[in-house]
Nanobody, 125 residues
């Protein structure tokens, strides 16, 4: 049974930082590109960042470039999202996902093989 579990969300003031983690079990982690998505209240879910299986190539949503960094540790079956200089508009539920394929742009839901349950990020201005 595949499990995708996010952690690290919380409340932070604008300008602050958070690091999200996502631990995956039940699949061969380094066989999957990985991605982070977010969904704000009343808005559609959007892809934030993706990372390739092994060579570490990444793609980011324009609004997070230079502030967010996606990374992975294949030995620990774990995906990360370091978020710096957070803004109120980053407030959302953040989801980790294992992807079936990766494209040279932010991920879309069509690429997702497995979803996590989400972790809430709230940024206070």
């Amino acid at each position: 049974q595949v499990q995708v579990v996010e952690s690290g969300g919380g409340w932070v003031q604008a300008g602050g930082s958070l690091r999200l983690s996502c631990t995956v079990s039940g699949l061969t982690f380094d066989a999957y590109p990985m991605g982070w998505f977010r969904q704000a209240p009343g808005k559609e879910r959007e892809g934030v960042a993706s990372i390739s299986r092994r060579d570490g190539s990444t793609n980011y949503l324009d609004s997070v470039k230079g502030r967010f960094t996606i990374s992975r540790d294949n030995a620990k079956n774990t995906l990360y999202l370091q978020m710096n200089n957070l803004k109120a508009e980053d407030t959302a539920m953040f989801y980790c996902a294992a992807l079936n394929w990766i494209l040279p742009r932010p991920p879309t839901s069509a690429q997702v093989a497995y979803w996590g349950q989400g972790t809430q990020v709230t940024v206070s201005s």
